[in-house]
């Protein structure tokens, strides 16, 4: 599925607050949404989960080559393995 752009009223760069700037979550409306209606919503949500997914599994396989790098490491150096 090839993401979709985010409408332009919910653009991340237009909610970014500077540092240190008083914030009051009372000035914002918890239902806004913009023109997203909710099918484009759904879609939306699921792309991002899509992706979350995508990344973790890439994380994982990242890990799972950084340890067996690590454990091949310390036996050839000769250390001895915790457990």
């Known amino acids: 599925m090839e993401p979709q752009p985010l409408p332009a009223a919910l653009n991340p760069k237009s909610m970014l607050v500077k540092p240190g700037s008083p914030v009051k ?38 890990q799972t080559i950084d340890d067996k790098f690590c454990h091949r490491h310390r036996f050839l150096a000769g250390s001895k393995l915790p457990g």
């Open 25 to 62: 979550l009372k000035n914002f409306d918890p239902s806004f949404t913009g023109d997203l209606k909710k099918k484009a919503a759904k879609d939306l949500l699921q792309q991002g989960v899509e992706e979350l997914a995508r990344l973790g599994r890439i994380r994982d396989r990242r």
